[in-house]
């Protein structure tokens, strides 16, 4: 139970550090497409996710992703904060704890959280969103739990895909969001919400790799 608390902080501090460290090139990567703010919105909402849940008392993986979807719902504003709100929220209740069988419960905390994005914003793939990221990471987390792989393992694909899905938004033309205003025009551009959510799903990926190894 208390590696369970600790997992929840480490993998907000790694996503927190991460979205910091990229802040500029998120927004680079935002810029020509919508309005050069991504990376600090995120920044913000993060930023002020990591300071929630330092200072409260209950550090279970439910308290901690309800805490961050809260918090970027009422901070992140604009099109990605209700979503990844709703993501975070949804991972809420689909992952209280990290007992038992813990691929299968990562696959579905990432197909709850694909379901809640898809929910909010109704995006399929090919529509160069944060879904050409988020979707390919299911699939293949769940193809891994299926072929018997642990968690580490479902992370890693899942992160491996989510960086492949995010590198064919490029030469998506946006239908969703803001970047859908450019139509032709926003072909070239790697989408930048599919960028943040292949760093968020490698954040979370190292923080368990990096936890199964030093214990
Ligand atoms: N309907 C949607 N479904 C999924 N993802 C979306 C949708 N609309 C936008 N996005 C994602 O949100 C990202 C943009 O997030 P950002 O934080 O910059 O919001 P914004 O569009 O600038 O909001 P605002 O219009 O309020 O400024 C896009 O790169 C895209 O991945
Ligand atoms: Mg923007």
Known sequence: MSDNEQIGIR??????????????????????????DHGTNLDRGFT?????????????????????AMTLISTVGGAAGPLYGT????????IPELD??????????LTAALGGVQARGKATTGE???????APAVEV??????????TVLVLERAATAARTGMEATIPMRAT??????????SIGHQDPGATSC???IQAVADVVRDGSTST
């Open 11 to 36: 993998i907000v501090r790694r996503i927190q550090s991460v979205i910091h460290a990229n802040t500029a090139e998120l927004n680079a990567f935002d810029r020509p497409i919508g309005d050069g």
């Open 48 to 68: 002020a996710v990591l300071a929630k849940i330092e200072s409260q008392s209950d550090q279970s993986l439910a308290a901690v992703f309800k805490t961050t």
């Open 87 to 94: 993501a975070f929220l949804r991972i809420s209740t689909a």
């Open 100 to 109: 038992g069988d813990h691929p299968r419960q990562v696959a579905a905390a």
């Open 128 to 134: 160069k969103t944060m879904v050409d990221a988020l």
């Open 141 to 150: 987390s769940n193809a891994a739990v299926e072929e018997g792989a642990d």
């Open 176 to 185: 969703k969001g803001r970047a859908s205003y450019l139509g032709e025009r």
């Open 198 to 200: 292949y760093l968020i």
